[in-house]
Every structure is written in structure tokens, then in C-alpha cells.
């Protein structure tokens, strides 16, 4: 059961790091400026979804009960209000670092967990209510996750200069 | 142990209905002019995408060792060519048509196969070599399409009229 749970925690974790390998070598090669520009004619900028994509893997840091927040002021700007509703935002520089600590925090805690330990419940389910819905489980956080991550590479790609 | 590989199993599967549910609702909102035009200014237009996700997911039936492919003329114009290289393609009321009988296909399938099934290898890994590789299973195709499907709904939702 270990050997199998093992297997099923390798591919979603494998799928998770793939897609984050793929927006990383992305962001690698959009430049500061090419991320200020919007991703289609009156759509979000690059900056929008760079914060967006770190405020909402930061919140899977408590979501997985792992630990709070690195940074929780990034949620208003880039996840409860819409691109350009607030003025005040990150620079690019300082969004790419915070990405880089979000997700290598998150990964180091990944790392670290026990196979059975990702069948457990996820924060937003009380202990009383996952026995009866036991899909709701930190893996599956992982695999919702995922294709977030993917439906917005699929959106920054766009500002790769033809 | 079936009770896990049940519940893994039933986690994928979810994640990829949620995701074609929510790119289904997509597809109903856009009307055929709309999925005419280009998701951004010089980039594939929306009958390139339906295109392309239709001929990629009628691939999974022989990959997952279900069935040959149902529209296998689909695979040139929509995935080994980009978008325009192709003058004569499919109306996009046929796509949509193609579309949902190749989903439909797929998910009839997949109701079938009992979850210790899905463990068991793709088309494109021998016999011989799985037992080495046993992550290169039917569900890590699901997975990975998954993530490929909301790749490309990222790009299709910037079709929508704001």
C-alpha cells in the first residue's frame, strides 16, 4: 500500500513540478518590460498574473497546513481585485523573488511529506466532515493547483515576442 | 487498497471532468464568429484551438488503449501544422460536433475501466519496460491532458467579449 501510495503521490507531484519547470523557464525569458505589457488588448498584464500566480501558491501553504502565509499582502491586489484596480503594486524584480521563495518553500515542505501524509484532509475541511469526503485530501489541492498553474502559462505565453 | 486506488482514481477523474465542464461552458458561450478570431493579435484563433483539442483528445482513446482515433485527418491540420498553414479546415459546427463526440467517446470508456485498470501501462511504453517506469500509466495521461486542457482554456477564454 505504501509502494502505491508512493506511485500516486509521484505523479501528481511530478505533473505539479513539470508545470512549474515549464512557467519558470517561461518567466525566465520574458524580461521586466515584455511582463508589463497585457497578455491580449485589454486583458491582465504579465504583473497581474505573476502576483496572481504567487498570492494563490502562497495560500496553498496554510491550504496543505504547512504554514502561514509568506505574504499576505499580495492576496488583495492580485487575487481579490482585478488587474489595475490598484495602483500601488510590486515591482516585477520583487515579484520574481517572492514567486521563487513561495514555491521552493512550498516544495521543501513537499519534500518532506510522507506519502500517507498527502490523503489527509486539507484546511478548508473540518476533521469531522473528511471522513465523508475523503477526495478533499492535500493531493488533490495539488492537482487543482496544477492546472491553475497550467490555464495561466497558458496566458503568459502570449507575451513571448514572435 | 481498492478503496485508495478508487479514490485516486475518482480525484483525476474529477479534476479532468471539472475541467471539460468548465471549458464545455466555455465553448457554449462563444459563438462560431468569435471562435473565428485570434485569442490575441497574430496568434491562433479559436477554430485552431477547438481544432487542436479535439484532435489531441481523440489521440487519448488509442493511448489509453481504448479505441483507434475517430478523426484521425484532424491530427495534421490541428497539431503537426500551426494555425492558417491549413487552408481547407472543418466548419467550426462540425469541430463542435467532432468535439463532443470524441469527449462523449472518452468518457464512456473511462466509466468502464475499473480503477485498478488505470494503473496499468499507456500505449507508448512496452510491456517489458513498465515495470520500471510505472508512473507512465493510463491516469498519468489523464493527468497530463488535464493540464493540457486548461493550458489552452486560459487562451480561450480571451475570446469572451468583455
New interface residues.
Given amino acids: ?1 505504501n509502494d ?2 508512493g ?2 503521490v ?3 507531484v ?2 505539479w513540478n513539470s ?1 512549474l519547470k515549464a512557467t519558470n523557464a517561461l518567466l525566465d525569458k520574458l524580461s521586466d518590460e515584455q511582463l508589463m505589457r497585457e ?5 491582465n498584464r504579465g504583473i497581474y498574473l505573476l502576483g496572481h500566480l504567487t498570492a494563490v501558491h502562497d495560500q496553498v501553504l496554510p491550504l496543505l497546513r504547512f504554514q502561514e502565509t509568506i505574504f499576505p499582502e499580495l492576496y488583495g491586489p492580485f487575487h481579490d481585485e482585478p488587474d489595475r484596480a490598484v495602483a500601488d503594486l510590486p515591482s516585477i524584480s520583487q515579484l520574481r523573488a517572492q514567486w521563487k521563495e513561495v514555491n521552493d518553500t512550498l516544495m521543501a515542505h513537499m519534500n518532506k511529506l510522507p506519502p500517507v501524509e498527502w ?1 489527509t484532509r486539507h484546511a478548508n475541511i473540518s476533521e469531522a466532515d473528511f471522513p465523508k469526503e ?2 478533499r ?1 492535500r ?2 489541492v495539488l ?2 493547483r ?3 498553474l ?6 503568459l505565453v ?1 507575451l513571448v515576442q ?1
Avoid: V, W
Wanted: aromatic share 8%; proline share 6%.
Fill in positions: 500500500m502505491l501510495q506511485l500516486y509521484r505523479m501528481a511530478d505533473a508545470e497578455i491580449a488588448p485589454g486583458r490523503f475523503p477526495h485530501n493531493l488533490n492537482i487543482s496544477t492546472n491553475h497550467a490555464y495561466h502559462r497558458g496566458q502570449l514572435k
